[in-house]
């Protein structure tokens, strides 16, 4: 027998491909969890989430997806946060706004830097040598490369 959508996710109207990849993902969970696949997609945050009356469907189904990838993959979940917040400590920081790479492909980050005249590269150039040092750098650099700590996986 093949599990269809509860009635609050089929009222968002997903695409064939949308609701597969909303079923793997509850039937990975339930697996791993040893629950229903039924009790995962009727798992109070989603119905919170198709509930909200300012968010259009394509938006609901972005953030059930989200929430179902997050439950399914914690590590990659909380690696992904800790690479947000570091980036944004070092844009709070040293006002370097760092782009890292998307979904974890790669290890190189790149910054622009912006100058009106030599004064400006001047500080430019001390900001990335304070980056350098920069404790938050060097976790970002370690996330990326894999080196992150054991007790991340757990």
Same mark, same amino acid.
């Not at 798992?43 to 189904?61: A, H, M, Q, T, Y």
């Not at 150039?125 to 990326?144: H, T």
């Given at each position: 027998?093949?599990?269809?959508?509860?009635?609050?996710?089929?009222?968002?109207?997903?695409?064939?491909?949308?609701?597969?990849?909303?079923?793997?993902l509850a039937r990975q969970?339930?697996?791993?969890?040893?629950?229903?696949?039924? *009790?995962?997609? $009727?798992?109070?945050?989603? +119905?919170?989430?198709? /509930?909200?009356? !300012? &968010?259009?469907?394509?938006?609901?189904?972005?953030?059930?997806?989200?929430?179902?990838?997050?439950?399914?993959?914690?590590?990659?979940?909380?690696?992904?946060? *800790?690479?947000? $917040?570091?980036?944004?400590? +070092?844009?709070?920081? /040293?006002?370097? !706004? &760092?782009?890292?790479?998307?979904?974890?492909?790669?290890?190189?980050?790149?910054?622009?830097?912006?100058?009106?005249?030599?004064?400006?590269?001047?500080?430019?150039?001390?900001?990335?040598?304070?980056?350098?040092?920069?404790?938050?750098?060097a976790r970002i650099f370690?996330?990326?490369?894999?080196?992150?700590?054991?007790?991340?996986?757990?």
């Amino acid at each position: 027998m093949s599990l269809s959508l509860p009635d609050h996710l089929s009222a968002l109207s997903p695409s064939d491909n949308a609701s597969r990849a909303l079923l793997g993902l509850a039937r990975q969970i339930s697996k791993r969890d040893g629950v229903s696949q039924q *009790e995962v997609l $009727d798992s109070e945050k989603i +119905v919170e989430i198709c /509930l909200r009356e !300012k &968010l259009g469907r394509k938006d609901k189904l972005k953030l059930v997806r989200d929430f179902l990838e997050r439950k399914r993959y914690p590590l990659k979940a909380k690696l992904e946060k *800790e690479l947000s $917040d570091c980036s944004d400590g +070092v844009l709070k920081s /040293l006002g370097v !706004k &760092l782009e890292l790479p998307a979904e974890f492909e790669g290890d190189n980050i790149s910054f622009k830097v912006k100058a009106k005249n030599l004064s400006e590269i001047s500080t430019a150039s001390k900001k990335i040598l304070e980056l350098s040092s920069n404790p938050e750098m060097a976790r970002i650099f370690a996330i990326l490369s894999g080196e992150f700590a054991e007790e991340d996986s757990e």
